[in-house]
């Protein structure tokens, strides 16, 4: 008895789920309901491979797993964002003129900002690491996107292997917005993940204005990688500063633009 014996090389890999999440999702948009055998044939993949993409498929919140396959609704495609992630999304959205190359990363404010984009659209060219920016902006009048390809991340955005791949070698924006953990003035801008910090560090490299964004509530935080330096950012976006929060502000060596929530 022969066995059929699948090899692919890590490259082909990444491709290969990137196409089979966005297949699931599209076909779970339709169905809403799908099993694990029917998924199987649809992407004529094996079950194990399924069960694997629908379990970090899950962790974005796009759908949910339940016994033999897993279901979408409304309430799972399109969470309801906090009032903070709004009104930075709204505060970033209101510093894009037409004309803008624009660099977003992000997973709760840059989402938001490109619904916005696409709701009122203007001619930008839109550099992003997050598969729902590229797919709420594709095809708007005016709006050039640059998805940054890679390695694909259960919560859904790529981290390009290796760092300084040829998409990011020759990228150039006038503007970027990148979310941040943490604000200190002594430790910098800080993450929790140390692929986080340098896929962060280096978009902030290819932008001529380097803007982090992060609420109030994470002035003076310090988390275990650093992004940059204060001195290598001109601007923090952030919500409206409680009194210890502004003093952290205050020693800070940018600029500090707070929003309403």
Same mark, same amino acid.
């Given at each position: 008895?022969?066995?059929?014996?699948?090899?692919?090389?890590?490259?082909?890999?990444?491709?290969?789920?990137?196409?089979?999440?966005?297949?699931?999702?599209?076909?779970?948009?339709?169905?809403?309901?799908?099993?694990?055998?029917?998924?199987?044939?649809?992407?004529?993949?094996?079950?194990?491979?399924?069960?694997?993409?629908?379990?970090?498929?899950?962790?974005?919140?796009?759908?949910?797993?339940?016994?033999?396959?897993?279901?979408?609704?409304?309430?799972? /495609?399109?969470? $309801?964002? %906090?009032?903070?992630?709004?009104?930075? =999304?709204? !505060?970033?959205?209101?510093? +894009? &003129?037409? *004309?803008?190359?624009?660099?977003?990363?992000?997973?709760?404010?840059?989402?938001?900002?490109?619904?916005?984009?696409?709701?009122?659209?203007?001619?930008?060219?839109?550099?992003?690491?997050?598969?729902?920016?590229?797919?709420?902006?594709?095809?708007?009048?005016?709006?050039?996107?640059?998805?940054?390809?890679?390695?694909?991340?259960?919560?859904?955005?790529?981290?390009?292997?290796?760092?300084?791949?040829?998409?990011?070698?020759?990228?150039?924006?006038?503007?970027?917005?990148?979310?941040?953990?943490?604000?200190?003035?002594?430790?910098?801008?800080?993450?929790?993940?140390?692929?986080?910090?340098?896929?962060?560090? /280096?978009?902030? $490299?290819? %932008?001529?204005?380097?803007?982090?964004? =992060?609420? !109030?509530?994470?002035?003076? +935080? &310090?988390? *275990?990688?650093?992004?940059?330096?204060?001195?290598?950012?001109?601007?923090?976006?952030?919500?409206?500063?409680?009194?210890?929060?502004?003093?952290?502000?205050?020693?800070?060596?940018?600029?500090?633009?707070?929003?309403?929530?």
């Amino acid at each position: 008895m022969s066995k059929r014996v699948h090899v692919s090389t890590g490259e082909n890999s990444v491709l290969l789920s990137a196409e089979r999440h966005a297949r699931i999702l599209d076909h779970l948009r339709v169905r809403h309901r799908a099993s694990v055998d029917e998924l199987a044939g649809l992407l004529d993949a094996s079950t194990a491979t399924v069960r694997r993409d629908l379990t970090q498929l899950s962790v974005t919140g796009l759908l949910r797993r339940v016994h033999g396959g897993a279901v979408t609704d409304a309430v799972a /495609e399109v969470p $309801q964002p %906090a009032a903070a992630d709004e009104a930075l =999304a709204a !505060a970033v959205y209101g510093r +894009l &003129v037409a *004309g803008d190359a624009v660099i977003l990363e992000g997973q709760s404010v840059m989402p938001l900002v490109a619904r916005r984009i696409a709701a009122q659209p203007m001619r930008l060219i839109i550099a992003t690491n997050q598969l729902e920016v590229a797919r709420t902006l594709l095809g708007k009048p005016g709006v050039d996107v640059i998805l940054l390809g890679g390695k694909l991340h259960p919560a859904g955005y790529t981290l390009p292997q290796p760092l300084g791949a040829s998409d990011l070698k020759f990228l150039v924006a006038n503007k970027a917005f990148v979310e941040v953990e943490g604000v200190h003035h002594a430790a910098g801008i800080t993450t929790t993940a140390v692929e986080d910090a340098h896929f962060k560090h /280096e978009l902030l $490299q290819h %932008a001529l204005r380097k803007t982090v964004v =992060a609420p !109030a509530s994470r002035a003076g +935080l &310090v988390f *275990g990688h650093r992004i940059a330096q204060t001195d290598e950012i001109d601007c923090w976006l952030t919500t409206r500063l409680g009194g210890a929060q502004r003093e952290v502000a205050a020693a800070l060596p940018f600029e500090v633009l707070e929003s309403e929530p």
